[in-house]
C-alpha cells in the first residue's frame, strides 16, 4: 500500500518548483509534503496499531486470524494478566512509577542546583566543573553499570530500589538544559537585586530563581521521567528480585519464558500494551509543557 | 574584620559550590569512582594457586595489560563491533535522513495535518527500547505478522526478517522508528528560529522551495544536524536492548552480538570481570575518540565557514 502512496507523489514532486513563482491561488495543500508526513505517521503508528488490535485477541486467534482483525479477547486477556504470579504486573508498573517519579524528582532538584550555580555564578573552575560533568553523558551506560555494580554490591546495596534509583539521579543532559535554561530566563540584575535587598543566596534561589526556571525544569523532569521509565539495562544489572522489576525488565523476562511457552505471547502483548498507555498519555502532556525551544537552544548556544 | 559585608561577600563566594555539591558528590560516587574502579580491574586478573580450593586459593593480582591484549585478540568482541559499524551505517543516515525530511516537510508551506504527523512521528520516543524492539519482534514473527500475510497473500518469497543481513534491517529499523522524531523535533525547532525575512528575500530573489531548503535551510540547520549526528554515534555504539530483546525470538542473535553485550556476557555470566572491564575501558574510550574527533571536525568547518 505504501509503494501506491510513493508512486502517486511522485508525479506532484515534479511540479513543486513551478509552485514558487507566486503559486496560483487553487492550489491550497502542499502535497508532497503532506504524503510524506502522513506515510510517516503510518509508519510510526504501525506497531501501536497492531498491539492495540493483537490485545484483544485470544491465544488462538493470534495466529489464526488476519492480524489487523480484533479479536475477542480483551477482557480475558487482562483476566490473565491479572493473575499471573498473583498480578505481579502491577507491580511492575507501580515500580517502574516508583523509579521513574522519584528519580525524576531528584534528578530535576539536582540539575536546577547545579544549572543555576553554573549560569549566575562566576566562580573558579566553573567550566571544569561543567565539563567534567558533561562528559558523563558519553559514558555507555553499561561501561558505568557494571563497575556500579560491583561497587554498589560492597555496598550491600545490590537488588534494592536504591540500587537503580541512585545512579540515575544525576543526569549530566538535565544538568546541561538547566544551565542553559538558567542562563536565559534568570537574570543577572535580579539575582543583584536581590543582594542588595539582603537576601541570602538560597533565598535568592529558592524565591527568585526557581519559579522563574519552573517551566524549563519541566521539560527536564519530563526528559528524566521518560529516561528512567524506558530504561532497561541498569535494573537488569542491578535486580534479581522480579518484585522489584520496573515494566521494562519484567516484559522482557515474560517473552523470554514466552518464547518457550507461545501461551504467554498473549501475556506478554496485553502487558507491552498497558505499558505504552501511560506513556503515551505523558507524552499529549509533553506536548503541552515540552519546551521544544530549549532543545534548540541548546543547539544555537 | 567582620563586617556585613564581607560576610556575605564570603557567602556568595562559597554559593555556587555548595549549589554544586550534590551533582559533584554523586557524580564522584556514581561515575567517577565506577570509571576509575573499571580502569583498575582492567589491570587486575585472579592468580589461582593449587587446585583452587581453600580461602586463599585464588588471589586477585597485577595483570599489567594482559586483559587489553586479550580483548583485542577477542574475534568475538571484533566481530560485534563489526555488526554495530554495519548496524550503525544504516541507522544513523536513514535515521537523520528521515528525520531533516520530515523536519523541512513540517516547516514547508501549505500543509495539512501537521499537528497530527508531528505527534505521531515524535510518539515513538515515548515507548521504551525495550516495548518498541517487542512489538516489532512481534512484526517480524511469520506467525503473527500482517507483512508475512499479505506476501503470502500475494504469492511472493517471504525472507526471514530475523536472520542474516535482514536482521540488520530488522534491527535497524526498530532504531530509526524509536528515533526520528526526536530528532525530527529538535531540527524542526531550529528550522523555526530562521527568521522569515531570509525567505521573503529568496523568494523575491527567484528562488524555489527545493532551492531555499537545500541553500537555505539546511545550510541554517547544520548546528542542530551536528547534534543529533552526535547522540546518534553515541546511541549506536551503545546499542543494547533492541538485539537483547529480540534474542529470545530468533538463534541468530546471540550473547556477544554488540560489544556491550559481550560485555554484560563477560562479567555476569562467564563471571569474568577483568576481561569485561578492560573492554568496557576500550568502548569508552573508542566512543570518547569518535565523539571528541567529531566534535572538533564539526567546529573546525563551522569555523571555517564562519571566514
Keep these: 500500500m505504501s509503494t501506491l502512496a510513493v508512486h502517486k507523489a511522485a508525479p506532484a514532486a515534479g511540479t513543486t518548483p513551478g509552485t514558487a513563482r507566486r503559486p496560483p491561488l487553487r492550489r491550497r495543500i502542499a502535497l508532497v509534503p503532506t504524503i510524506t508526513l502522513l506515510l510517516g505517521a503510518i509508519y510510526t503508528l504501525l506497531p501501536v496499531a497492531w498491539v492495540v488490535i493483537a490485545s484483544t485477541k485470544s491465544g488462538h486467534e493470534l495466529f489464526s486470524t488476519f492480524t489487523f482483525l480484533p479479536g475477542t479477547g480483551f477482557t480475558q486477556n487482562i483476566k490473565d494478566l491479572n493473575a499471573y504470579r498473583g498480578g505481579i504486573y502491577w507491580s511492575w508498573m507501580g515500580n517502574s512509577a516508583l523509579y521513574s517519579g522519584v528519580g525524576a524528582l531528584l534528578s530535576t532538584a539536582v540539575s536546577a542546583f547545579s544549572g543555576y550555580a553554573l549560569a549566575t555564578y562566576r566562580f573558579k573552575g566553573r567550566e571544569t566543573i561543567f565539563n567534567v560533568l558533561l562528559a558523563g553523558v558519553l559514558m555507555p551506560p553499561v561501561i558505568l553499570a557494571v563497575p556500579q ?110 518464547s518457550n511457552t507461545p501461551a504467554l505471547y498473549t501475556l506478554v502483548i496485553t502487558g507491552a500494551f498497558l505499558a505504552v498507555l501511560p506513556l503515551i498519555a505523558l507524552f499529549l502532556i509533553i506536548q503541552r509543557f515540552w519546551s521544544l525551544d530549549l532543545l534548540s537552544g541548546a543547539v544555537k548556544s | 574584620m567582620t563586617s556585613p559585608a564581607s560576610r556575605k561577600s564570603y557567602g556568595v563566594k562559597g554559593a555556587p559550590y555548595a549549589f554544586l555539591l550534590p551533582a559533584t558528590v554523586l557524580f564522584a560516587l556514581f561515575f567517577a569512582l565506577p570509571i576509575g574502579y573499571a580502569v583498575f580491574l582492567s589491570f587486575r586478573k585472579v ?49 537523520l535522513g528521515l528525520a531533516l525530511l520530515f523536519a523541512l516537510m513540517l516547516d514547508s508551506d501549505k500543509v495539512r495535518f501537521t499537528p497530527f504527523t508531528r505527534l505521531a512521528i515524535f510518539l515513538p520516543y515515548a515507548i521504551p527500547g525495550v516495548v518498541a ?75 524555489t522551495p527545493l532551492q531555499i531548503a537545500l541553500k537555505i535551510k539546511i545550510p541554517m540547520v547544520a548546528p542542530s544536524l551536528v547534534l543529533t549526528f552526535f547522540f546518534s554515534i553515541i546511541a549506536t555504539l551503545q546499542v543494547y536492548n533492541e538485539p537483547t530483546t529480540l534474542k529470545p525470538l530468533t538463534n541468530s542473535v546471540d ?23 578492560a573492554e568496557a575501558v576500550l568502548i569508552a574510550l573508542v566512543t570518547l575518540v569518535l565523539s571528541f574527533g567529531f566534535l572538533r571536525a564539526a567546529n573546525r568547518r563551522n569555523k571555517q565557514e564562519a571566514r
Design chain 2, 47 to 95: 592468580h589461582v594457586s593449587g587446585l583452587g580450593l581453600g580461602a586463599n586459593a585464588r588471589k586477585e593480582v597485577w595483570a599489567g595489560v594482559e586483559n587489553y591484549t586479550g580483548a583485542f585478540k577477542d574475534s568475538e568482541l571484533l566481530h560485534g563491533a563489526l555488526r554495530v559499524l554495519g548496524y550503525g551505517c544504516i541507522v544513523v543516515p536513514v535515521m
Design chain 1, 149 to 258: 555494580y560491583l561497587l554498589l554490591a560492597k555496598a550491600n546495596l545490590t537488588d534494592s530500589y536504591l540500587s537503580v534509583l541512585l545512579p540515575q539521579i544525576l543526569s549530566p543532559y538535565g544538568v546541561y538544559l538547566a544551565r542553559i535554561y538558567a542562563s536565559a530566563a534568570v537574570p543577572t540584575d535580579v539575582v543583584e537585586a536581590g543582594r542588595m535587598d539582603g537576601a541570602s543566596e538560597w533565598r535568592i534561589f529558592t524565591r527568585i530563581a526557581l519559579p522563574m526556571m519552573i517551566p524549563g525544569m519541566v521539560t527536564v523532569f519530563l526528559f528524566q521521567f521518560v529516561a528512567i521509565w524506558n530504561n532497561f539495562l541498569l535494573p537488569y544489572i542491578m535486580l534479581s528480585d522480579d518484585n522489584k522489576f520496573p515494566l521494562t525488565l519484567g516484559l522482557y523476562t515474560l517473552l523470554e519464558q514466552g
Design chain 2, 255 to 277: 550473547t556477544s552480538w554488540s560489544p556491550l553485550m559481550k560485555v554484560y556476557q563477560d562479567a555476569f555470566h562467564r563471571n569474568d570481570i577483568y576481561s569485561a572491564a
Design chain 2, 133 to 207: 524492539a517487542l512489538l516489532w519482534g512481534f512484526l517480524y514473527l511469520p506467525d503473527v505478522s500482517p507483512f508475512y500475510y499479505v506476501l503470502a497473500k500475494l504469492h511472493l518469497p517471504q525472507p526471514n526478517l530475523l536472520d542474516g543481513g535482514p536482521l540488520y534491517l530488522a534491527l535497524s529499523n526498530i532504531a530509526v522508528w524509536g528515533g526520528t522524531g526526536f530528532n525530527m523535533i529538535v531540527i524542526y525547532t531550529s528550522l523555526k528560529s530562521i527568521p522569515a525575512e531570509v525567505y521573503e528575500a529568496a523568494r523575491l530573489d527567484g528562488a
